[in-house]
């Protein structure tokens, strides 16, 4: 037994220097590399990507590859950083004064940086017939207060995944009854339950869904200038009844209101729930739960009476810390382009933002042996012109988003009625929004 | 022979640069930070008391200020208590006790974040949990262990003990090996049965160990974090959020490092003062 111990202490060790290891690679990375770059001199810019190590490395080291061909003095050094730790190490870095030249993030934590002047405004530069290049709902994503702060990159519009098995189980009719809408849905859910005892429909409510959800059942969440809060109406109240409806008469998962978007596909995979929107989950199904995979038909995302749909966005910032911005923003259009994106989306059913790239017919026909995953980036690629960022950024997002799922919580743990809760998030909004 | 007075301060001092640049320096760097509003990127502005008078009226604050608490008086009683008698158990001339030993402390080595995964499994509405009790019959319908704002914190707080007893468990053991075997002999002769053993022998030179113990799991249930993350969120409806997890949402979530680090102050003298009443309460007999 003395051995066992031994042994696990030496893993423990192990670890920790393993740990320590790819922690200082981090910061040696910055060490005596950061020079003028005003055109032709030489140039080393720092990428950094949110986790996409290990399955697409060999892609990014070819593109990095190309683009160092193509340029010869410009270095590109990449480090890929978890997503949950991506926010924080790169504000550390921009305090410090050491932030990396080129950085993946998503609009909604970039819009909290381009609200501090920490970015590059790409509407400078980056030429006007460039930008044209991009989808304009995806370039428009990365816009507050009229400036540009990111390029896009990748997309994914939201498509629904739905258990034929299950649908069959409860006597419905796979092609004809999945939801297109929330009453869809909710029906689905009831039928399912009296029939099988499983849940129809699991909505997600983390971060920033409570407020998407309500957008597209038609409220609107501010009024014109975002001063004041203007989701006090018909159409909120039913969302919010909505949802305290389905959570109280056990119609969705009481995980709903804690779980992250794990316990969405931990249930859908272990065969529990009919129908969720995690399209961008289908790899991980596929690998994980084959059977479950194989019984999967994709389809258009549940909305509400506004029929928006939402698009998420993956962007390219350059930090306005850098000192090489040329280089850098070379790079971040060389990593955009047409070509490399279309390469990217063959190997995860992502959209690219390049116009020229969706024209490709791989994103429009779907072969004699499509598979689920195919169809999902068929489904989704058709219905990108109808969609578009519900949430615009808005300064103090985090604080706004928390107050609306705190009152829709109480209204659907039944601590207030769902007008009380409303009337809340309300008074809560405005408050925030006059800061 | 002379001696240089200075070379002991030479040999504490590679200890006391990094404790100061690592531990000393960011403390004070908090308290300052606490009277500034910072964002960390825009250059700190003074602000004076602001970020703490707005703490005192945040009911945010208070709520989990109180769920700390809770988890304090939940924890550490049992986290006091329960490895006391496990340690006693494992501490008998036994074949395979190593067996035993180290299985008690499987769970402190486990990573965190893997364990509360599997404890939400444990605890989800058709979990392993309500699997068991329902077939034994002792509930009919599913308890909603980590969803109600009733029982979230405490089925995380079990995380948290079930996490913490092996740690616990070796110090007390190693408390037990240093108990001489006269006074066991001792009491034999007077005729002591195994539960006097323990109640008149045993806790009472275990108390020193007692006190380490009280502070050391007092502070870590002031700064429980990872559980709460992985687990709950905080939720529902900041049922289980602590003190810990508010600093780090405002800090992190909301970039509002001053006023993280003016809650993070309180947390500090809270524990300041948690851990000097630890002493002068229950050290006042043993001086070890």
């Not at chain 1, 696990?8 to 790819?22: D, F, P, R, T």
């Not at chain 1, 020079?35 to 030489?42: A, F, M, R």
Request: charged fraction near 20%.
């Amino acid at each position: 037994m003395k051995k066992k111990s031994l042994i696990s202490l030496l893993l423990i060790i192990a670890m920790l220097v393993m740990s320590a290891c790819g922690n200082s690679d981090d910061s040696s990375a910055k060490d005596g590399e950061k020079k003028e770059s005003g055109g032709s001199e030489e140039a080393t810019i720092e990428f950094w990507t949110m986790q996409l190590k290990p399955t697409f490395t060999d892609y990014i080291e070819g593109v990095i590859a190309d683009f160092e061909k193509e340029n010869p003095n410009i270095k590109v050094k990449w480090l890929d950083v978890p997503a949950a730790d991506l926010s924080q190490k790169i504000l550390t870095a921009v305090s410090s004064d050491s932030a990396p030249d080129v950085v993946n993030l998503n609009p909604t934590f970039a819009s909290q940086l381009a609200d501090l002047d920490a970015l590059v405004n790409m509407d400078e530069a980056v030429a006007e017939e460039d930008q044209k290049k991009y989808v304009q709902g995806a370039w428009e994503a990365n816009q507050i207060n009229g400036t540009t702060f990111a390029i896009p990159w990748y997309l994914s519009t939201e498509v629904s995944l739905n258990n034929k098995a299950i649908y069959e189980e409860a006597g419905l009719d796979p092609e004809k009854d999945i939801p297109v809408t929330y009453e869809d849905a909710k029906k689905v859910a009831k039928t399912v339950k009296e029939e099988t005892g499983k849940y129809g429909y699991f909505p997600s409510l983390d971060l920033s869904l409570v407020l998407q959800h309500m957008v597209k059942m038609g409220a609107d969440l501010t009024n014109e200038d975002g001063t004041k809060a203007a989701f006090n109406t018909d159409a909120g109240l039913k969302a919010f009844e909505y949802f305290t409806e389905l959570y109280q008469d056990d119609l969705i998962p009481r995980e709903a209101l804690t779980g992250d978007q794990r316990s969405t596909i931990d249930m859908y995979q272990a065969g529990q729930v009919a129908t969720f929107m995690g399209s961008q989950f289908i790899s991980q199904i596929k690998e994980n739960a084959p059977d479950i995979y194989e019984n999967t038909l994709p389809s258009t995302g549940i909305t509400g009476e506004s029929g928006k749909k939402t698009i998420s966005v993956q962007n390219i910032v350059v930090p306005e810390q850098t000192e090489s911005k040329e280089a850098a923003v070379k790079f971040a259009l060389f990593l955009t382009n047409a070509e490399n994106q279309l390469e990217f989306s063959k190997l995860t059913p992502i959209l690219p933002s390049a116009v020229e790239a969706l024209e490709d017919p791989y994103f429009t026909e779907a072969g004699e042996d499509a598979e689920p995953v195919d169809l999902v980036r068929i489904q989704s690629a058709a219905q990108l012109d109808e969609s578009e960022l519900l949430i615009k950024p808005m300064d103090n997002y985090d604080e706004l988003r928390q107050a609306m799922y705190d009152a829709i919580s109480e209204a659907m743990l039944g601590n207030m009625s769902p007008q009380e809760a409303l009337d809340q998030a309300e008074a809560a909004w405005n408050e925030i929004l006059s800061k | 022979m002379r001696t240089n007075k200075l070379t002991p301060y030479l040999f504490l001092l590679p200890g006391l640069i990094i404790l100061g640049a690592f531990i000393f320096y960011p403390m004070l760097q908090a308290f300052w930070l606490s009277m500034t509003d910072y964002n960390m990127i825009a250059d700190a502005e003074f602000v004076g008391t602001t970020n703490y008078e707005n703490l005192f009226q945040d009911d945010l604050f208070w709520k989990t200020l109180t769920n700390t608490f809770i988890y304090l008086i939940g924890v550490v009683p049992a986290l006091v208590i329960i490895p006391i008698f496990l340690a006693v158990l494992v501490n008998q001339k036994l074949k395979g006790i190593g067996f035993f030993r180290s299985a008690y402390y499987i769970p402190v080595v486990t990573s965190l974040v893997v364990a509360g995964i599997a404890w939400d499994w444990v605890y989800k509405e058709n979990g392993l949990l309500n699997y068991v009790l329902d077939i034994l019959n002792i509930i009919s319908e599913p308890i909603h262990w980590l969803t109600s704002t009733q029982t979230a914190i405490f089925a995380v707080m079990v995380v948290t003990i079930w996490k913490g007893l092996g740690y616990y468990m070796i110090i007390y053991l190693a408390g037990l090996q240093s108990i001489p075997n006269d006074l066991y002999e001792a009491a034999d002769i007077d005729g002591a049965n195994w539960w006097q053993k323990v109640t008149r022998v045993t806790i009472p030179m275990l108390m020193p160990f007692v006190l380490i113990v009280t502070i050391m799991s007092s502070i870590a249930a002031m700064k429980v974090f990872e559980e709460i993350y992985i687990m709950t969120g905080g939720g529902p409806l900041h049922s289980s959020e602590t003190l810990v997890f508010y600093i780090y949402t405002e800090a992190f979530d909301r970039l509002n490092m001053g006023y993280a680090s003016a809650a993070g102050v309180v947390l500090f003298l809270i524990t300041l003062v948690l851990s000097i009443i630890n002493i002068k309460f229950m050290g006042k007999d043993n001086t070890a």
